[in-house]
Nanobody, 122 residues
Framework: QVQLVESGGGLVQAGGSLRLSCAAS????????MGWFRQAPGKEREFVAA????????KYADSAKGRFTISRDNAKNTVYLQMNSLKPDDTAVYYC???????????????WGQGTQVTVSS
């Protein structure tokens, strides 16, 4: 089973950028479709972005399109989420997730990271 550890969260002003990283251990990440989800206080966890095994296919939530970019480096066993033009509404705990058998179009994670807090001030 793969284990996931997120990093890169923090406090940033509106309009700023952050890059989240998700490092995997225990198993090669290249066997998993990967995704980022987020959960804001008082809200349900929601999908943000997903990427295929090789990185050739990506999918984004409408709220992330044009501002966020998901990528992966299978040699480093790491997935990234570059977030630009951040808004206060992006404030949430961001979770990395892995799906062993699913696809980018229908990601059903079987492994979750512990999350990293992103706070965007106005």
């Amino acid at each position: 089973q793969v284990q996931l550890v997120e990093s890169g969260g923090g406090l940033v002003q509106a309009g700023g950028s952050l890059r989240l990283s998700c490092a995997a251990s225990g198993r090669t990440l290249s066997s998993y479709s990967m995704g980022w989800f987020r959960q804001a206080p008082g809200k349900e966890r929601e999908f943000v972005a997903a990427i295929s095994l090789s990185g050739g296919i990506t999918k984004y939530a409408d709220s992330a399109k044009g501002r966020f970019t998901i990528s992966r480096d299978n040699a480093k066993n790491t997935v990234y989420l570059q977030m630009n033009s951040l808004k206060p509404d992006d404030t949430a705990v961001y979770y990395c997730a892995a799906d062993r058998y699913g696809t980018v179009q229908r990601l059903v994670p079987d492994v979750w990271g512990q999350g990293t807090q992103v706070t965007v001030s106005s």
